[in-house]
């Protein structure tokens, strides 16, 4: 008996020391090498690195860019978001489900894509405004080339993350609240200013972070909008350094890296304090309440709501499908000029844009088939550990994915730069290096849901097999796999999707036959190859059209708000 | 002996006791029901017994030998107990038959043999024709029924219920006991059995233990906790016994002895060797109630309510002297009590409950 005891024991052990392991190796390593850089180049303790990135004036405009593009996509995603979210949750307005799916679609658009859309229905080569005889003279800048294009883009990229935040925040809201304050005489609008608002205030705030998080990290809408106009953020500063510099300005980029970290990390802080300011914990739960009925407004705001699915969707989208279509720069386009040439060259013929969908294609997935088997033990241990250290074990996993994706990226740079002792790999320069880096920073995608259909799930399902005399592992593969595989695959196809036109990692970790799609769609509207861009976007948002109706065909089988466009 | 230990058990979680040096023996083939109200600690004690929850001090021996204490925790997988939840726990991704065997196939049981013992654990349970459905096409009894056939089926030395009655609706629950005690008569398992319904208890155990806030308060048969309560806690508990204070006047003479309660003397049941003594208790049941005419001996007070039940009334009454001491007793058709109504009542016997401190 002693033997089969301390074989069962060694289960829980493997498993404990494989989960320690990973996260020293995806989340601590690299994160304590950034800082060490930082601090301890060299292994000697100084402050020469800090003292001059602080002394050079563009850390300081740039950082100053950051907040302001920061501040103001939050507020105008927070704005619409919000609105959105009680509109549809409080309001009797009808084809909800569409409306959801149109408006966290954008959600899924990688934001170098959603700015390349929006830079084709402006300016002067738009084909949109060419078609109806408004476009502006060439040569005349892009509007959206502009600090006020880059908050109006991260508005929109975020405005469905707020979204789903406040809207899961609402289907929590007991309808006893409302009807007891209405019942004290209250209006809609004192109802909703007096009870509601407040009470989301956790809700509201905690978005208001995580998309302030977001726009700070956020590297595609400034580079395509901010760096033809010499409008640099922290991220597009990292990115035009290095790409001039190479390793040699690794140090200086790192203290770029984690100045944009605390600028991160002060969001994340302050809404911990406001969140924590005053009770808004809701007691009980019980149907959501009756919807207010918006009567002779009901129309209106109903053309309103698919006005702006019009605006932040529909246009962008076709403006992209139709530079796809174009011949050259400043062809009008029609019927008989329209060409599928574009879609031609970037599949068959252009040898970096073939790579690039191989590479993404395998990145991506091998990213998300690991995660998923990864997912499962680790929320296991999160979800149903009896450790303390699990608390922290979720703040590791959190980490690489709440910090902005130019940290990580410096980070798996220093850490790769040099061959990996004892080993001698060297995977620096090689596709390798944006493996890590995926792996790194999206695992979490694949947790979070895990951990969610732990807590649906009976443990007793576990403990009637311990019982029954399965071991760990034993329980894992024919009885917990089974039940959790779905919500774990379900984050596996979210990871999927991001990583596969992902741009701010890869931008700084690719090299020559290691480029992505998100690289290269950088770089052919770099090179001024808006059509061929645009080519491959459309086939991008295409490809995350069909994924996630995949998604949703298995959508039944999944824990409730797995997949962030069903409502 | 396949019997089940509990040694002197106690479980803390952060400072509080869940279970406070509690000591229990199951003989080998008992049928033994824990009962207590919810938070008494007896789901702890399961998962305990269970080995999903290490004890703060004391130990746990199956069959003999033991399988948790301070330094040793043999995990639930090697304990060969079985476990029928009160959610029945059927793994919804497999048929019955597969929850059924899964035991015997993580033991290599090979294939012809699994199949058989399978078909055997269906059999006992009266559930042949059900083999392949899976459990969200059955019913809460015949689910239930699939449970239990799984913990059986890998010949347990013991098996532990949690409450397995509780998720099913009353008509279900009486036909349910019936299939429990008569599967312990036919396969002679030692059982222990988890609940916090009396009737249910009292139904098919051969002895309760009674818990309340970690403690064992009283283990005995059925009988016994009904007669004979140890302390005001079980008396009190058990069949809502109503507890009165009394002043003992005579020792204990053939099991009997005297008191005064609520002014009238009365002889009641006692344990051996109890004496004079000043505010005791005694345990009165509703059926030791009666209504007096005249001036007979007795005591006074009023009716505070009477509730109408169909062919009795429940009727809640204050005596004068005592005013927070509330009896309640039957009163058969033609029912005259009526709330703010005057009564004299006597109590007709009683149970002395030993003092404290004499368990």
Known sequence: MTVAFKERQGQQMALTVGIVVLIVVLSLLPM???????????????????????????TWVATWNTVYVGLGGTLLALVLGVAVALLVSLSDVRQRQAFVLCFVTP???????????????????????????????????????????????????????VFLIVRAGLRKLPRELVEAAQSSGASWFRVLRTVILPLMTPSIVGAAA????????????????????????????IYQRLAGGGPAVLSEVAFLSVLIGIIAMVGILLQDRIAKRRDFRITSTSLPAAPYRLGRWRIPVEIGMWLLIAFILVLPLIGLILTSLVRGYGVTLSADTATLENYRFVILEHAAAKRAFVNSLYLSATAAIFAVFVAIPLAYAIAWGKHRWVKALNLAIELPYALPGVVLAIASLLLFLKPMPITGIHIYNTVWIILYAYLARFLVLAVRPTITGYFQLDRALEEAAQVAGAGLFTRMRTIIFPLIAPAAIAGGLLIFMTALSELTVSALLWSSGSETIGVIIFSFEQGGDSKYAAAVSAIMVATTFLLMLLASLFANRLPDGVLPWRD | MAGLSIHNVTKSFGGTNALDDVSIDVADGEFLAVLGPSGCGKTTLLRLIAGFEEVTGGRVSIGGSVVSSTELNVPPERRRVGIVFQNYALWPHMSVAENIGYALKVARVGRAEREARVKGALALVNMEQYADRRPANLSGGQRQRVALARCLVAEPSLVLFDEPLANLDVHLRASMEDEFADFHKRTGTTILYITHDQAEAMALADRIAVMDHGRLMQLATPRELYHEPANEMVASFISQGMVLPADVLTDEKKGECKVKVLGQELVVRCRKGETPRRNARICCRASQIEAVTGKGEGFAGTITRAVYRGGAARVEFEPDGAPNTGLHFDQLDPVTFEAGGRARLRLTSGWLIPAAGVA
């Open chain 1, 107 to 161: 959600l899924m658009i990688a934001p170098q894509v959603t700015a390349l859309a929006w830079l084709q229905v402006f300016g002067p080569s738009s084909p949109m405004l060419d078609l109806l005889g408004m476009a502006p003279p060439l040569g005349t800048p892009n509007p959206l080339y502009s600090p006020e294009g880059i908050v109006l883009l991260l508005g929109i990229q975020y405005a469905p993350l």
């Open chain 1, 210 to 237: 995580l998309t302030f998080v977001s726009c700070v990290g956020n590297f595609g809408i400034p580079a395509f909008l901010g760096i033809p106009a010499n409008y640099l953020v922290l991220p597009t500063l």
């Open chain 1, 32 to 58: 304590a090498r950034l800082l060490q850089e930082v601090v301890l180049p060299g292994g000697r303790f100084s402050l020469d690195i800090i003292r001059s990135g602080l002394v050079d004036n563009t």
